[in-house]
């Protein structure tokens, strides 16, 4: 009787792989076949829930955001299977309006799949502050990758915001309050602003992904990271037209590697402490990267005002070919319409410490390839440099560094030599 049963069972699974993509169209007509073909099927994929069986057309003109939605709730929403899978399939381009992907889900496993490209509208819309185009929010154990372009055709705002017409262009992809994140494989461009954003989430893996929109572009950050723990982004290009990847306040234990940047601004640690906010920012690890006529290297920007902290950051092992400022500690940063501010000087700043630049080398553009400018306020403490050696790039003959109210230590050979106009004399607690 059993043995019958599996046989069912396994035809019925069988019949089920055979339109494998389309099981879950199947589980509105046969609820019964479904459920077996589903615990049956733990062993396997699991559930595929496939954009086309919802409706989606895909031809990149008809709006297939409801599509997407009615696929997600019923993903979502599927008890029976430890691993959903979301399916945008490949050979298509679905264009999306704003859209939500909301959590909780019941699958502990969420892949979303996206083989084909998603573009979005070609128009402005109306925009809260942080709005994304597409959002995740609150899903354990997402899980987004495919070889899919996502297309922001954010040009009508790029030419907004540089007339200073918009203040705000929304944010591409936004991962908000995820837990276990990863994400391969994407090739995102065009954001409106901000490429990916990822804010609140703890634990994420990134890796193999490519970000490509002009050096012209205003805004449009490869990555953010903000007020999340545990993410490590690897093997990673970025060319945009602002910072490869930003990383602002509540970050810590953050670790990127192998990344290419440029063009772009660099990565940067900031800009905080804008609205003299509190900042708590630490162990930042970034090593392995190049950066290829990029305006930043390694950069650590914090507005005048501000409290807290930026410790424990390490850039190590980074290349840079004609970058402007390969190296940048910069805490009178300021930018926008408020700048240069007119109100009285600020009594406090964010204490940048424990910074360390390890095996940093190559060419820069500028006269001053090294430039710590810290904070008379409240001086940078335990800057380490070791072995630096950055040279003239073509035409730039000589070569010096910029170093104000930061207490350092050199090792190694430092090229351009540093030497701090004015030691802080006061110690610190993390030297
Ligand atoms: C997403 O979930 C939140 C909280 O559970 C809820 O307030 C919000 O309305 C949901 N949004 C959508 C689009 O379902
Ligand atoms: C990180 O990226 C590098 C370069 O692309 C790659 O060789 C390496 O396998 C990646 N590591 C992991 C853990 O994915
Ligand atoms: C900055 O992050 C810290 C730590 O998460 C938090 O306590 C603080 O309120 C944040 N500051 C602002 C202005 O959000
Ligand atoms: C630091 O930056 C401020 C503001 O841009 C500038 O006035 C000052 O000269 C800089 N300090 C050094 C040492 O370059």
């Known amino acids: 009787m059993l043995h019958i049963y599996i046989l069912h069972v396994t035809f019925l699974v069988l019949i089920l792989h055979r339109f494998d993509r389309r099981s879950s169209s199947l589980c509105f007509l046969l609820p019964l076949l479904c459920a077996s073909y589903l615990v049956a099927g733990e062993e396997s994929s699991g559930a595929i829930y496939n954009v086309i069986n919802f ?14 939605l009615r696929a997600w709730d019923l993903a979502c929403r599927d008890r029976t299977s430890p691993m959903t899978t979301f399916l945008v399939p490949s050979g298509k381009t679905f264009l999306l309006n704003q859209i939500k992907f909301n959590g909780s889900c019941h699958s502990s496993h969420i892949h979303f799949n996206v083989l084909g490209n998603l573009v979005a509208p070609n128009r402005r819309w109306k925009v809260s502050h942080t709005a994304n185009w597409i959002t995740f929010r609150d899903v354990r154990g997402l899980r987004i990758d495919g070889g899919g372009i996502i297309d922001g055709r954010g040009s009508r705002w790029w030419d907004c915001v540089k007339k200073k017409e918009c203040i705000n262009a929304p944010y591409g992809v936004g991962i908000f309050a995820c837990k276990n994140f990863r994400m391969s494989g994407l090739h995102f461009r065009n954001s409106p602003g901000k490429h990916l954003s990822l804010h609140a989430v703890s634990g994420a893996f990134i890796n193999g992904i490519t970000v490509d929109s002009p050096e012209s572009s205003p805004n449009t950050d490869g990555m953010h990271i903000k007020e999340s723990h545990n993410i490590i982004v690897n093997g ?28 772009g601004h660099g990565i940067s640690i900031g800009s905080l402490g804008n609205g003299d906010e509190m900042i708590h920012v630490q162990r930042i690890h970034v090593s392995h990267c190049s950066f290829v006529k990029t305006t930043n290297g390694a950069r650590i920007k914090t507005w005048e005002g501000g409290y807290g902290f930026a410790k424990g950051i390490i850039f190590e092992q980074l290349t840079f070919e004609s970058v402007v400022h390969p190296i940048l500690i910069d805490q009178h940063y300021c930018t926008g319409l408020i700048c240069p501010r007119k109100e009285p000087i600020k009594k406090s700043a964010v204490h940048v410490s424990d910074i360390h630049f390890i095996g940093l080398t190559g ?12 904070s008379r306020i409240i001086p940078c403490t335990n800057i380490q440099l070791k072995d630096v050696n950055i040279k003239g790039a073509f035409g730039i003959k000589t070569q010096h560094s910029v170093c104000g109210h930061a207490h350092i230590k050199q090792r190694g050979t430092i090229v351009p030599p540093i030497t701090c106009l004015r030691p802080p004399t006061i110690s610190s607690p993390y030297a």
């Open 55 to 68: 409706g989606a057309v895909g031809n990149g003109r008809t709006d297939d955001t409801k599509s997407f």
């Open 236 to 263: 990673s290009s970025f060319s945009t037209g602002d910072d490869c990847i930003s990383i602002g306040n509540g970050s810590q234990d953050i670790d990127i590697t192998h990344v290419k940047c440029g063009p």
């Open 363 to 374: 060419t820069s553009s500028s006269h001053a390839p090294i430039t710590l400018n810290c």
